[in-house]
Every structure is written in structure tokens, then in C-alpha cells.
């Protein structure tokens, strides 16, 4: 009897210069959206993915049309050959991708979604005024609390719950220095500040939410093929009006990634989860979670020899 699966898609900071390039020159597949999203935007996305230059690449607004655009043209060089998941899951961005696959959004208009989430992302915050930081070895109530100490007057908050070990914070970037400093005073491994251009996934986002909730409200949402399970409640969506409502509340509320996982797991029977896209962030973050279960990253054509083994 074969494993029950679960696809998951990345989110922002797994994009690099080159992605999907190989996919696209292999399987006329995902040729061919790439082909549809350069069609979608009105612009070669396909060739700064491929050729960057870097700096454009990592601008947000950029980025995550590009990340959604490489993870759906790997799955479709690759679907035939999956085993049918369960459900399926995306970090923060990588909802979108789990839309596309789950037929609950069409590719053209996920990407025009997320575009106009990136720009709006990049605008809210003025740079250098937001930040964010990852914090290591310490619980989350933990967390909660320094984070409501650090704030003061100003933003501090749980942006990312990704793995019993890793919590990343966002928020005024006084508030998360001041959180970073009350991180290692209570014993944190690490507490780093991330190179990231806005502070996402906390109240600071409250403008990207309210500009881009007219957008998802116009989008044609569809009835999902496959449960995809939310960021925002760590359950299952299986109708298109609670798909939107997630998209909406993702914006400016946290990414509760160990949770997501251990739904997968404890309460779907997932035993294998196969990470779709640019990067092996998810995998790695699976299975701290959940070391029980079999991952595999499908970043690059090679991988797929590794997909057997797994089934």
C-alpha cells in the first residue's frame, strides 16, 4: 500500500538567480508556464528568473511572481509522476502555488495576486523602518512574551512559527532590536536579524491586507480540488470563499508552519511530503517537525530519481 502524500510549496527567500531554467530547457511543460506567466504580466518574468540580475530579482515585488511562477512549472514538469497528495500547503507566497495546484486559482491570476501583494508589501513599511528577526531555541510562549515586552508603543510580533526550534519575529525595527536583545538574555541560541525588505506577517501588513482584499474579492476563486491547508488557522479549505478569506487574513497574521505540518500528519495521515519549488527550506523545517515522515525536495530534474524510493 502506498504512503499518503502531501505537496508543499515554498514562500520569499528561497528565489535565486537560474530557477526553473533547467525544467524549462527539459519538459515543454514548464516551458510552457513560464511562457503563460511572461504572457500574464506583460513582461519576460521567465528570463529574470533564468538570468536574474539578482538585485531585480530580490525585490519583492519580483520575487514572489517569480517563486510562484518556477514552483508551478516544476509541478507541472513533474504532477504525472507524483503520487495524488491528500492535501497540499505553501509557506506565506507558497499558499498561492498551493492554489494553482489545487485549481482553486488560475495561474494568470495568482500571478497577477501575488504582484500586486509584492507591491504592496514593498510599499507599506518605509525601508529601514520595519524589520524582522529569527530567534532560535526558544518556546513560543516565550517568544509571545517578549515580544509584547519589547514592543512598547510601537509593533513587535510572531510573524513565522517554523519549527519547535525557530520562531521569526517582525515588526518597528527599534521593537525587534530591542526583542533580539531580550532573546539572548533569555537564553536564545540565535537571534538574528533576516535580510528582508518589509516586515511581513504582522499588523504592520494592515495596508497590503486592506489593499489587496478588493483584488482577492474580484479574483475567480474555484472550489478546490485538493484540501489545501492555511497558513492562518493551520486547517483545510474546501470551498472558494474560505480560500480567499485565508489569503486575506495571511497578510498581516502569522505563518503558523508547525502547526500546518503536524495537521498534515497527526490528523491527515500524511507519511511523506514533497516539497515543490525553488529551495529546500520546507523539507529541512518537515523534518524538525515531523522526523518521522519522508520529504524530498523537488528543486531540480535530478531529484525526481529519488521520488521512487519515497513511495
Known sequence: MS????????????????????????????????????????????????????????????????????????????????????????HSLGEYSAHVAAATLPLAEALRLV??????????????????????????????????EAAGDEVCAIANLNSPEQVVIAGHRGAVERAIVLARERGAKRA??????????????????????????????ATPVIPVVTNIDARPVTTAAAARDALVRQIDGPVRWVEVVRHLVDDLGV??????????????????????????????PEALARLEALV
Open 192 to 221: 538574528l536579524p533576516l535580510p528582508v525588505s518589509a516586515p511581513f506577517h504582522c499588523p504592520l501588513m494592515a495596508p497590503v491586507r486592506a489593499g489587496l482584499t478588493p483584488d482577492l474579492e474580484a479574483a475567480p476563486f
Open 3 to 90: 504512503k499518503r502524500f502531501a505537496w508543499v510549496f515554498p514562500g520569499q527567500g528561497s528565489q535565486k538567480v537560474g530557477m526553473g531554467r533547467v525544467w524549462a530547457e527539459r519538459y515543454p511543460e514548464a516551458a510552457a508556464v513560464f511562457a503563460a506567466a511572461d504572457a500574464a504580466l506583460g513582461e519576460p518574468l521567465s528570463q529574470l528568473c533564468f538570468e536574474g540580475p539578482e538585485e531585480t530579482l530580490q525585490l519583492t515585488a519580483n520575487t514572489q511572481p517569480a517563486i510562484l511562477a518556477a514552483s508551478v512549472a516544476m509541478l507541472a514538469a513533474c504532477r504525472e509522476m507524483l503520487p495524488a497528495p491528500v492535501a497540499v500547503a505553501g
Open 115 to 148: 504582484r500586486r501583494r509584492g507591491e504592496l508589501m514593498q510599499a507599506a513599511v518605509p525601508v529601514g523602518e520595519g524589520a524582522m528577526a529569527a530567534l532560535l531555541g526558544l518556546d513560543p510562549e516565550v517568544v509571545a512574551a517578549l515580544v509584547r
Open 271 to 300: 507519511e511523506a511530503i514533497v516539497e515543490i519549488g525553488p529551495g529546500a527550506v520546507l523539507a529541512g523545517l518537515v523534518k524538525r517537525i515531523a522526523p518521522q515522515v519522508a520529504t524530498l525536495a523537488i528543486n531540480e
